[in-house]
């Protein structure tokens, strides 16, 4: 597929405004831009400055180290819209979700403007509150796979050009590389629990490794299955999908295999499970390709429940929940946004709206999530409170849509597009 020119995003854009309504709920649609000149030109508005606070961060790709999807940030409301917009490098792409420290938020994207076999992998930090670019760094020729932030350490995972190694680099916040280990191709961006990094491999090499943030391997483990998902760990284990539904559990501090259990029910053409799980309070919450979210205990693998969430028939991936106290929230292609009660895996309600497989951001009341050209917010029921368009171009073979990621803190909500867009929402003065 041939890379994204910034000519061709302004030519495909669209851009909507008005009220929409929705099974009776009424809420306000805002325009993700004013004109099409706010791509690739940046913008800063500084009536929503004020609803950034200094606490609050993402860590990793699913918020916390150990990926519970859940922020203490407190939702954007009232009047809400697009604080400001940013587009780092010439002509990025293959951007990582984003994540965010106490004062800047991070993404890592690709650029192959003269070379498309051969792309470079970039960093990019930019001022959680004005957007402005402070950091880029290039780290190395291939893809970015994934980020993480550990204390005063950034975590970047990278991927050779032909798939057939990774890179874990070790930077400062200011972008002076501490190490870097190479490793098989990886899953996914990394785990950080305890001072601990944890990356899973695949293909032949099918492991978990775990380093200590100065460089240390501390331990190796193969996994007996092929892996297909991100690691995800609390302060006990690590915990890895396998494609035939296995979750593999190991002990976070020495890697010894606790117990490796069938979680998800086997489906007949893919990997069973292609999200990586969300972790939290002793429950492993798995996303199954057969339509499906289970809960299993993480001692021992117990399943405590199983919920049809739809999309079975379409073989379309779950992507990993989100959870709080008491709800898992998932994204589902046709079926919406779908809150599930923890306790027994009962369904609390659905959204009329869908269009989007990636996974939602919690926050302090309430819960973000991509659909369709948007990212639309909910409360406590399915009647969305705001909705930001956010246009997503329609390129390639099969009708492509581009990624669209959300994260919350500092009580803003960062929005990153595959094509490079990383958008800050806040609430006016």
Known sequence: MAPLTRRSLLQQMAIGSGIVSVSGCIAPTIPGLSNGKGIPKPFTNDAYKASYVSDGRWAVEGHDGGRTSSASSTLPHGDV???????????????TPPIVGPNRVYIGYTESSTDADNPDAYLAGFDAKTGNQQLEKHLDTGRTVGLGLAGDRLLAVTRSPDYDQATLTALTRNGAIQWADTLPDVTGSPAIVDGTCYVATRNEENAVYAYSLD????????????????TCADHDGVYVGLSDGRIAALNAST??????????????????????????????????????????DTADGTVLWRTAVGDEDDDNAIPSPAVTADTAYMNTYHEGLIAIDIADGSIRWRSAENGDNQPPAVGDGGVVVPQDDSVVAYETSDCPVWTIDIPVPDIGMAAYIMDTEVALAHEMCYVGVADGRLYAIGTHE
């Open 215 to 230: 460089g240390t391997q501390q331990w190796r483990t193969s996994i007996d299955g092929e892996c297909y998902t991100a």
């Open 255 to 296: 890697g010894a295999r606790r117990w490796s259990k069938q979680i998800a029910t086997p489906v007949e053409c893919c990997p069973d499970i292609q999200a990586t799980p969300t972790v939290a309070d002793g429950r492993l919450y798995v996303p199954g390709l057969a339509g499906e979210l289970v809960a299993a």
């Open 81 to 95: 819209g697009v604080a400001w917009l940013r587009r780092p490098g010439t002509d990025p792409h293959g951007t």
